[in-house]
Nanobody
């Protein structure tokens, strides 16, 4: 069965960097759009970043306004892995971060578009 397994979360201070990884098992990884969402207690799941399958001109990426310029999403199809490089972390980035996979249709920003989810990895940023 399909599994998405996140890692790389932890404690950080404001201004620090972390890199999250998500390994996909039993998934035809190159064919899927991959995304990161995050969720804080009592809050809705929030889009962070997404990356399309690698096409002729390379994958395309999309970012939430709140992380644009600080976070970078990338993928390594040979390793069935998607990454989220998070730089210049802020306390408001504190959340549980989830990896998700979808086909190429649907609204990239909506959690309902995504078919498969990992269990998440916690990121806590102190000021």
């Amino acid at each position: 069965q399909v599994q998405l397994v996140e890692s790389g979360g932890g404690l950080a201070r404001a201004g620090d960097s972390l890199r999250l990884s998500c390994v996909a098992y039993q998934l035809t990884f190159p064919n899927y759009r991959m995304a990161w969402f995050r969720q804080s207690p009592g809050q809705a799941r929030e889009f962070v970043a997404a990356i399309t399958p690698i096409g002729l001109s390379g994958p395309t990426t999309d970012y939430a306004t709140s992380v644009n310029g600080r976070f970078t999403i990338s993928r390594d199809n040979a390793k069935n892995t998607v990454y989220l490089q998070m730089n210049s972390l802020k306390p408001e980035d504190t959340a549980r971060y989830f990896c998700a996979a979808s086909g190429t249709g649907g609204n990239v920003y909506h959690p309902q578009t995504y078919l498969k989810w990992g269990l998440g990895t916690q990121v806590t940023v102190s000021s």
